[in-house]
């Protein structure tokens, strides 16, 4: 599957890497082009998953803010109710498409 702004690629991997959250994929760490995303200072903290990380994403002369997201260190009851540890996995607000 592909995380794509335009014609670029911004997380690139197969779909059992994949992790599926409340509608969201969550890709790998290893599979984002690290150098489109820019640490955002946007606080938020999801009460089951834990302290979020957002991003800008940077491509194509676009600048979208707090598009993507992560959970560095979420929550063990995180991890336990989604049956999958998704540590620095990063998701992708509805302007970048998942497509297969």
């Known amino acids: ?5 335009g014609d670029v690629v911004i997380a690139e991997a197969p779909r059992e890497e994949l992790i ?5 994929w969550y890709f790998p760490p290893s599979s984002v082009h690290d ?16 302290e979020c990380q957002y991003f800008t994403v940077r491509s194509d002369g676009q ?5 993507a997201w992560s ?3 979420p929550y063990a009851s995180g991890i336990e109710r ?7 996995y990063v998701a ?7 497509i297969e």
Request: proline fraction near 8%; hydrophobic fraction near 35%; aromatic fraction near 12%.
């Open 35 to 50: 150098e489109l995303l820019v640490e955002s200072p946007t606080p938020y903290t999801c009460p089951w998953k834990g």
């Open 63 to 67: 600048e979208l803010v707090d598009r």
């Open 92 to 98: 992708f607000w509805k302007e970048i498409r998942v």
């Open 20 to 24: 599926s959250i409340e509608g969201n």
């Open 1 to 5: 599957m592909k995380a794509v702004l």
């Open 82 to 88: 989604v049956g999958k540890d998704f540590s620095g």
């Open 71 to 73: 959970y560095p260190h």
